[in-house]
């Protein structure tokens, strides 16, 4: 059964029909809400019985637990008997929510005001119009009293006012002026301190043909922030002013630009209604810009793509497949899928357009077509095929002299630099050519690529001054050009630092943190499993036990992490096994920090030939950490190696010769 939890209002929850759960008492929902308010943190037993009780009951914790058990009950009732809990869990010292972000109407309505400063109108209107409808009432109404409630209340009830406000700039940029004017004004009559509201009220009735209304709002503004807070009106509101009393032309100019859009895209409507091909690489160009843009941009752009491939090989034309297919030169720096079976897919397309194209000629498509196989074939883990396709694309873009290409064949190039371990060296090489080249060519995507490229290279050389350099200049270029999705490596990055030099507690708090906007990210490539995999390095960093909870998702990584948990949990047998029948890890940035995992689990287990194997294929890592993700780290990789050196030692295995 699939539950959604509702805070915007009174705490509830619901089934997929959109019927209530029974959640039974107060104190039940009190839990509940709590655990909302931790943000799938954990919440410690005495932590919960302190925010339930003002003089707890002496069996306090026993009561706690069976609030939990019914919770248990009404959100998982189809659960097996002794099968772990998936949304409700048990961690440590207590409880988390573990639900997803779209699950909880508190942190999808974050998540929804968290639009793109660039979005365009239409798209800010829409997302925020929804988004409101999803109050019910004050934030955990029937909480209100509490004090574990109030900074969240009010920290909801203020991105609620921000999102009405931007609501209302949306409608006013459309020229929906009549349908805004209403609402701000009852908005500024019950929040009169927001200089913002002020400001777009005064706005819409300038722009509605009122110039004198909207002076007298302004009066009013100037009045009431004297009166109730004893201030003059800041900046924006005086120059509003300035310019209605002018009717300054820069009123209207905020309208321009999508006027301009409206009116382009309608004239191309008209003009190409009927040339498919035209329409077919249009859009294959649009879904590459929109690629870029975020979580939402990123899942859309995917999935038109691939019917854009689809239509284009229908019509029975290689040359226009190709230029379909190559013109999604969006700059990869991840090295896992998020979708392999639809690039599975999409590296046969390539292929079948290369052996379909001209023999003579077509050399840019052909470059477009190899760099694609060797980008969307990241992690392969048998085969040379997208290691030749990335060589011979990056020759054929040397060859013709184009920057864009060669920039697209040296990201091919990157994907395609794991097949061992050890190389970072390689890869921050390939970093900077594409940092020098995007600098000298004006291709500000790729610049982000090969900053962040270096990041991750100089995490692995653990040189982290120079690493924080390539993530201040990929911040910096992202906020220029708009590209908000950079923003999640870097702050990955950041919560790797932190764990690199504050207590476990702030490393965790820092990593909880960073993961917040990974499920709208898009990319369920970088996000499945990674922040329990980032909370097992600060653990095994920090000297203590590899555990974890019963519920724990470790997504693609969990064959990795199972031996070492075996054996942390008295099952040296079962770890043994576990080891025996482990695949190497994916030829990606997670390698060398997976095959740490596998040296830990073979010690700890006592198992000579998985010691052994971690050994061979840490060695060419040996000068390395293993932070070649740029996102988290189980330490230096010499120190696995010794460790190995000394257990093998002890079964009377000599260390390999430098």
Known sequence: MHVRFGVLGAVTAWDEAGDTLPLRGPKHRAVLARLVVARRRVVPVARLVEDLWDEPPQRAVGTVRTFVAGLRRAVEPDRPPRTPPRLLVTEGPGYALRAATQDVDAWRFERAVATPAGARPSQVEAGLAEALEWWRGPAFADFAEEPWARAERARLAELRLQAVERLAEARIALGAVARVVPDLDAHVAEHPWREDAWRLLALALYRSGRQADALSVLRRARGMLGEHLGVAPGPPLRRLEEDILRQSARLDQENAVDRVWAGATAAYEIAVSSRARTRLESAAGLMRDLAVTGGGGLEAARRHRA???????????????????????????????????????????????????????????????????????????????????????????????????????????????????????????????????????????????????????????????????????????????????????????????????????????????????????????LSRGLLPLARLTVALRAGGPPTAGEHTDWGPYEPWVRPLLLAAGGHPEESRAALRALPDPPHDLMSEALWCLVARAAVAADDPPAMLRARTRLLPAAGEEAAGSGLLTPGAVAGHLESLNAALERQGVRRPPR
């Open 307 to 525: 019917a854009a491939v689809t239509a284009a090989e229908q019509l029975g034309d290689p040359e226009l497949t190709a230029r379909v297919i190559g013109v999604h030169d969006v700059p990869a720096v991840w090295t896992r899928s998020d979708d392999p079976e639809e690039a599975r897919r999409l590296v046969a397309a390539a292929e079948r357009t290369l052996r379909l194209l001209p023999p003579d000629g077509h050399d840019a498509a052909r470059c477009r077509l190899l760099a694609t196989i060797a980008v969307e074939s990241r992690g392969a883990l048998s085969g040379d095929r997208p290691l030749r396709a990335a060589r011979r694309a990056e020759e054929i873009a040397r060859r013709l002299g184009d920057a864009s290409l060669l920039a697209f064949a040296l990201n091919g190039t990157f994907m395609q630099t794991f097949r061992r371990t050890g190389l970072a060296a390689g890869r921050d090489a390939i970093g900077a050519e594409i940092v020098s080249l995007a600098e000298r060519n004006g291709l500000p995507r790729h610049e982000v690529l090969g900053h962040l490229v270096r990041v991750q290279a100089r995490c692995a050389l653990a040189d982290f001054a120079g690493a924080d350099r390539h993530a201040r200049a990929a911040d910096a270029l992202a906020a220029r050009h708009d590209l908000p999705l950079a923003a999640v490596f870097t702050t990955w990055y950041r919560a790797l630092r932190t764990s690199l030099t504050a207590p476990p507690a702030a490393a965790l708090t820092a990593y909880d943190r960073a993961a917040d906007p990974l499920p709208g990210s898009g990319m369920p490539g």
